[in-house]
T-cell receptor
Framework: RKEVEQDPGPFNVPEGATVAFNCTYS??????FFWYRQDCRKEPKLLMS???SGNEDGRFTAQLNRASQYISLLIRDSKLSDSATYLC????????????FGTGTRLTIIP | NAGVTQTPKFRILKIGQSMTLQCTQD?????MYWYRQDPGMGLKLIYY???????DKGEVPNGYNVSRSTTEDFPLRLELAAPSQTSVYFC????????????FGEGSRLTVL
């Protein structure tokens, strides 16, 4: 089983809709979780951290489900500019410096 | 604000040639990383460094070497290039590993023919 798994998509979603996707991780001891965004042919950039209690940043909500070992990202009122690949990132355990990236979920917002 | 700077942005190599991808950061970050990203795939860690003079292997180190003589620079050396090394290479840095916030360079697109 891969350390971090994501549905590659593509998710084609109409503008204004709500979309959510998940990322599963295999190591139950994993401590820290993040969502990165990568635009086509660009470098990844941090979108948001994922906290145990869940967190929001504007239209974006990230949640962690430790029992089922997955994190989720929900985007409300999607914009054309949200079109990108969303990468799930996991730090396997506390003090580990090797961030593990998922393969990414590709999202396209349709006008 | 330069951030993380990678050179070259594009390069074509012949099989068996060698080259060095340069990476420098001006944020005084201790942690630096080299990743490769194949088409439609996630990022795979090649090597990383937690400070000057300290390097360690990542998930896919074979065929590569690194050095970290200064805090700012973290060059990646490809010896005897092979077609399997055709990829986009990203250098990144972070203040602490646990923060999860990596600052990436713009990437170096390498083709080995």
């Amino acid at each position: 089983r891969k350390e971090v798994e994501q549905d590659p998509g593509p998710f084609n979603v109409p503008e204004g809709a709500t979309v959510a996707f998940n990322c599963t991780y295999s190591n139950s001891a994993s401590q820290s979780f993040f969502w990165y965004r990568q635009d086509c042919r660009k470098e990844p950039k941090l979108l948001m951290s994922v906290y145990s209690s869940g967190n929001e940043d504007g239209r974006f909500t990230a949640q962690l489900n430790r029992a089922s070992q997955y994190i989720s990202l929900l985007i409300r009122d999607s914009k054309l500019s949200d079109s990108a690949t969303y990468l799930c990132v996991v730090i396997p355990y506390f003090g580990n410096e090797k961030l593990t990236f998922g393969t990414g979920t590709r999202l396209t917002i349709i006008p | 604000n330069a951030g993380v700077t990678q050179t070259p942005k594009f390069r074509i190599l012949k099989i068996g040639q060698s080259m060095t991808l340069q990476c420098t950061q001006d944020m005084n970050h201790n942690y630096m990383y080299w990743y490769r990203q194949d088409p439609g795939m996630g990022l795979k860690l090649i090597y990383y460094s937690v400070g000057a003079g300290i390097t360690d292997k990542g998930e896919v180190p074979n065929g590569y070497n690194v050095s970290r003589s200064t805090t700012e620079d973290f060059p990646l050396r490809l010896e005897l290039a092979a077609p399997s090394q055709t990829s986009v290479y990203f250098c990144a840095s972070s203040l602490t590993g646990a923060s999860g916030e990596l600052f990436f360079g713009e990437g170096s697109r390498l083709t080995v023919l």
